[in-house]
Nanobody
Framework: EVQLVESGGGIVQPGGSLRLSCAAS????????MSWVRQAHEKGHEWVSG????????YYTNSVKGRFTVSRDNSKNTLYLQMNSLKPEDTALYFC?????????????????WGQGTQVTVSS
């Protein structure tokens, strides 16, 4: 079965860090472009970061540049999102998604596999 399973969310104080994991099964993660997307309460989905297949080039939305790092471990078939210097506005449900071949990283309509999401809450 093709699926993505996220973990690593939690409650953290402003300025803290979390690392999200996304374990892939049923396909080889490194052969697809992958993205992280988040959804704050009662808001739409927001593209956060992406990593390309092959050379692993990474991309970020402006609000997380310099604070978040996306990576993957091919041996574990797992995607990561290291989040540092967290802010209350980072509070959201975070999803990892598989990008349909040929689509752009930030196009929500071109994600063919979604994980179940992991909640990140940044609060003092």
């Amino acid at each position: 079965e093709v699926q993505l399973v996220e973990s690593g969310g939690g409650i953290v104080q402003p300025g803290g860090s979390l690392r999200l994991s996304c374990a892939a099964s049923g396909f080889t993660l490194s052969t697809y472009d992958m993205s992280w997307v988040r959804q704050a309460h009662e808001k739409g989905h927001e593209w956060v970061s992406g990593i390309l297949e092959g050379d692993g080039s990474t991309y970020y939305t402006n609000s997380v540049k310099g604070r978040f790092t996306v990576s993957r471990d091919n041996s574990k078939n797992t995607l990561y999102l290291q989040m540092n210097s967290l802010k209350p506005e980072d509070t959201a449900l975070y999803f990892c998604v598989r990008v349909r071949r040929g689509a752009t990283l930030g196009n929500m309509y071109e994600y063919d596999i979604w994980g179940q999401g992991t909640q990140v809450t940044v609060s003092s």
